[in-house]
């Protein structure tokens, strides 16, 4: 479980397609920290540590079906992932309810600036299928971009729109971010839940 509170935007140091699946190399400050098995959202993905190095660095390992619905698979050596560890139940709940369980891709396709944050579009493929189990966002509701927990400003049927403060821009990989830059989605699990009760009600 997470909260959505990035860490770091640490980088990737090397990223080996192993038949179906990707092993990807990270350092980043608190890898020092870490212990085999661990949990660690990367770009809100969570993933399991399965090496530790000496040299600060840490290997976790990628699936197929991860690959096939989150940008995990576009990394390469020198990108910038957003990380964080999992959430310690005695702590303040800083975001929201973040499973690291990504849901779909988004593009970004437009930033714009505005007196000292900027906002981001971002546009995703939907059906109504999707919508029945929750696959989209509302009006001031939450939605999780490459791991950061956000508020969408302005939700529309297959886009929607989230402001960045400076502090996020300089400390995630927001900073990396472009005009069709692939992110990660993650939709609120609540928002998720309320609709599969519908969906079984209804049956």
Same mark, same amino acid.
């Given at each position: 479980?997470f *909260? ?10 090397n ?8 092993? +990807?190399?990270? =350092?980043? *400050?608190f890898?020092? @920290?870490?212990h085999?098995?661990q949990?660690?959202a990367?770009n ?10 000496p040299d600060?660095?840490?290997?976790v390992?990628?699936? =197929? ?5 989150? /940008?995990i698979g576009?990394?390469?050596?020198? *990108? +910038?992932? /957003?990380? @964080?560890r999992?959430?310690?139940? /005695? ?5 929201h ?13 437009a930033?714009?600036e505005?007196d000292?944050?900027t906002?981001?579009?971002? %546009?995703?493929?939907?059906t109504?299928?999707?919508?029945? %189990?929750g696959y989209?966002?509302?009006? %001031?509701g939450s939605?999780?971009? /490459?791991?950061?927990s +956000?508020?969408?400003?302005? *939700? @529309? $049927?297959?886009?929607f729109?989230?402001?960045?403060i $400076?502090?996020t ?7 990396a971010i472009?005009?069709?830059? =692939?992110?990660?989605l993650e939709?609120d699990i ?10 079984? %009600?209804n049956?």
């Amino acid at each position: 479980m997470f *909260s959505g509170i990035v860490e770091e935007a640490a980088t990737v140091v090397n990223a080996e397609r192993v038949d179906g699946n990707v092993n +990807l190399t990270v =350092r980043c *400050s608190f890898a020092d @920290e870490l212990h085999i098995d661990q949990s660690v959202a990367h770009n809100g993905v969570c993933l399991t540590v399965v090496e530790l190095k000496p040299d600060s660095t840490y290997v976790v390992t990628a699936i =197929r079906e991860t690959l096939e619905r989150s /940008n995990i698979g576009d990394l390469e050596a020198g *990108s +910038l992932v /957003n990380l @964080e560890r999992s959430m310690l139940m /005695n702590g303040r709940l800083d975001g929201h309810i973040v499973q690291g369980h990504v849901d779909t891709t988004a593009v970004c396709t437009a930033i714009e600036e505005a007196d000292g944050s900027t906002y981001f579009t971002f %546009k995703y493929t939907t059906t109504p299928e999707m919508v029945v %189990k929750g696959y989209m966002t509302v009006e %001031k509701g939450s939605v999780t971009v /490459n791991g950061v927990s +956000l508020t969408v400003c302005d *939700s @529309e $049927p297959d886009q929607f729109r989230v402001a960045i403060i $400076p502090f996020t821009f300089e400390h995630t990989n927001f900073r990396a971010i472009r005009v069709g830059t =692939r992110v990660n989605l993650e939709f609120d699990i609540i928002g998720k839940y309320l609709a599969r009760m519908v969906e079984l %009600k209804n049956l």
